[in-house]
C-alpha cells in the first residue's frame, strides 16, 4: 500500500489543493486562502453580553391581548433607540408584498403608545415598545411590522377574534424556567407545528429562572421565535418572575394586558400587580389570570378572590378557563397550596371553571374532585392541570390530591408537555403530548345550554369494558324493575340492554337507548324478564359501539 493511502482522503486533497493554489498564484490569479479552520484557534464561548444584545433592528416582537381581541391588538417589542420614533404600521393582509406595493392609503401607521427601557446588566441599553392598534374589524386577518420608521421588523400576519362564539385552539405550557435555549425550543416547535392555527398561547408562569436576567428572557424570545409574534400569548407570573419580592423589570414591559382586575386599595399595591390579574374573553371563552405569589398577603388574595368571584358570576361566555402558577392540588412531592386551594378551589366548583391550567411543579398531574367521579372514566366537574415544559424536573406523588378529596386520573414525570385544547360550541378537547410528539393523556369537556357537564377521559380498550353501570338498587322483585346510568359515550349514540344472567352466562335483549347530548344514559329503567328467575344473581349489561359495560351484581327477590 503507497504513502498516499496510508494518509487517506484529506491528506491528499489537501495536497492537491496546495498545488492548485500556487498555480492559480503563479499565473495572477486572486490567493486562495487556507481551508478554513487549518489554522484557527480553539473555540470559546460567546460571552452572554453578545449573546441577545440589541440593536435598532426590532426584536422580541410578541403579541398580547386586549380586553376587545375582536377591534384591537397590542404588540410590543425590543431595539436599542428610545421611543420618539418607535412606531407600528398596519395593513388588510395583501395577497403579497415586496414588488407589489400597497395600495395608497391602506397602511396605517400608529406610533407606539409607551417605551419602557429595562436595566439588563449586560452594560448595554434595552428599550421595550409597545403600540396598541385600534378600530380593527373582528375576524380579519391583518399584516403589520415595528420598527422606527427606518429599521423594521418583517411583515408578520395575525387575525383578530370573532366578535361572539367561534371554534378555536390554544395551547398551554407549563413552567420553561430552565434549559431554555436547548431544551425548551423543540417543546414549542412541537406544539406550533401541531396547532399552526392556534389563537392563544397560555404560560402558567415562570417562562424563566431568574426574574431579571437578560440572558434568559432571550433565550425565552429566541425558543419561540416567530411564533410569538404572531398568536397572542396568555402569560401568568410564577415565583421565578419574582426576585427579593419584586416583579421583573421585564414583565410589565412585555406584557401589557388588560387594566381590568382588581383594585388593591392602593396606589403602590396596583402598581405592583399590573399585567399581573386580568381577564380576557376570546371567541366564547373566559380566560382569568391570578398571581398566585401573594399568598401570604391576605388582603391582596382577599382582593383577587372577590374580583375573581365577579369575574365568574358575571361570566357571559359559555366556557372558563383559569390560569395560575402554584397548583390546587400539588403534584410533586412535599408542596402544598392550601390558601389557593381553601379560596378558590369552592368558586371553581359552584361556578362550573372548565379548566384550572397551572406549573409550579415540573410535573404532570391531571384530574377532577372525587366528589364528582361518575364513573370509572367520567367525572362532571372542573378539570385541574398541572404541566412543565422545560427540562427540571421533579417527582411525582398523588397524596395532595387524595387527602384532599380529588382524583389525579394522570400522572407522569420526567417528561416534557405541551397541551393543545380545542373549543368547539359544545366540548373542549385537551390532550397533552411529550416533546417529540407522541400522545400523553387526554379529555374531552362536554357542556349543554343548562350547563350541566360531562368530563371523559379519552378510551382506551382497557377502560371502556367491566362494571361501570350504575343502579339505584342491588335487589329487584320478580320481573321488577331496576333503574340505571352510565356515561362516557357519544352524543346520540345507541345503547343496547341486556340482561345478563351470571351463573349460565345468559343474556336477554330488554330494550335499547339513547345516550343524551353529554353522552349520558341516565335513570333508564330496565324491566327484568321472566327468566330471570328468583333468587338467581343478574346484571344490566349495556353494549354499544364504544363500550361494554355492567351493573353491579343484582339479586332477584322470591
Known sequence: ?????????????????????????????????????????????????????????????????????????????????????????????????????????????????????????????????????????PETRYTYRVGDGVNWSEWIDFT??????????????????????????????????????????????????TANSELEWGQWHAADGFINSQINNISVTGNHEYSGGRLSTFWQPTFPYPANGPDFGDDATNAAMRNTVYSVDY????????????????????????????????????????????PVYSVASGRNNPVVRNQWGPLFEQYGVDLVLQGHDHTYGRGSTTASRRSVTVHDSTVYATSVSGGKMYDAVDSNWVDNGADQM????????????????????????????????????????????TVQEIRTPENTVGEQVATDTTTVDFKGTVNVSAWGYDPGETVNVYVRNIERGQDVLVGEATADELGRVLELPVTFPSSAKKLSTQVVYLESVNQQITSPEITVNR
Open 1 to 137: 500500500m503507497s504513502d498516499v493511502r496510508k494518509r487517506g482522503p484529506f491528506g491528499s486533497r489537501r495536497a492537491a489543493g496546495a498545488a492548485v493554489g500556487a498555480a492559480l498564484l503563479g499565473g495572477g490569479l486572486i490567493a486562495v486562502p487556507a481551508a478554513v479552520g487549518a489554522d484557527s484557534e480553539p473555540p470559546v464561548k460567546v460571552p452572554d453580553a453578545e449573546v441577545y444584545e440589541p440593536s435598532a433592528l426590532p426584536d422580541r416582537v410578541i403579541l398580547v391581548p386586549t380586553a376587545t381581541p375582536a377591534t384591537s391588538q397590542k404588540v410590543t417589542w425590543r431595539s436599542e433607540t428610545g421611543g420618539e420614533y418607535a412606531q407600528a404600521q398596519i395593513l388588510k393582509a395583501p395577497i403579497a408584498l415586496g414588488d407589489v406595493k400597497p395600495a395608497d392609503g391602506a397602511v396605517r401607521t400608529v406610533m407606539a403608545g409607551s417605551t419602557n427601557p429595562v436595566n439588563t446588566s449586560l452594560g448595554y441599553a434595552s428599550v421595550y415598545h409597545e403600540v396598541e392598534f385600534t378600530d380593527l374589524e
Open 160 to 209: 383578530t377574534a370573532a366578535d361572539g362564539f367561534e371554534p378555536f385552539s390554544f395551547i398551554y405550557y407549563g413552567d420553561m424556567q430552565n434549559y431554555i435555549d436547548s431544551a425548551g425550543p423543540r417543546v414549542f416547535r412541537q406544539a406550533f407545528a401541531d396547532r399552526p392555527e392556534a389563537k392563544v398561547i397560555v404560560n402558567a408562569g415562570d417562562l424563566v429562572n
Open 283 to 326: 371567541q366564547g371563552v373566559r380566560f382569568i389570570g391570578l398571581n398566585t405569589n401573594v399568598q401570604s398577603q391576605a388582603p391582596i388574595m382577599a382582593a383577587q378572590t372577590a374580583w375573581l368571584e365577579q369575574q365568574l358570576a358575571g361570566n357571559p361566555n359559555k366556557w372558563t378557563v383559569v390560569t395560575f402558577h402554584h
Open 410 to 453: 394522570s400522572v407522569g414525570q420526567d417528561m416534557q408537555l405541551y397541551q393543545m385544547i380545542d373549543v368547539t360550541a359544545d366540548s373542549i378537547t385537551y390532550e397533552a403530548r411529550y416533546a417529540n410528539g407522541e400522545h400523553h393523556d387526554g379529555v374531552t369537556i362536554r357542556k349543554n345550554d343548562a350547563g350541566e357537564r
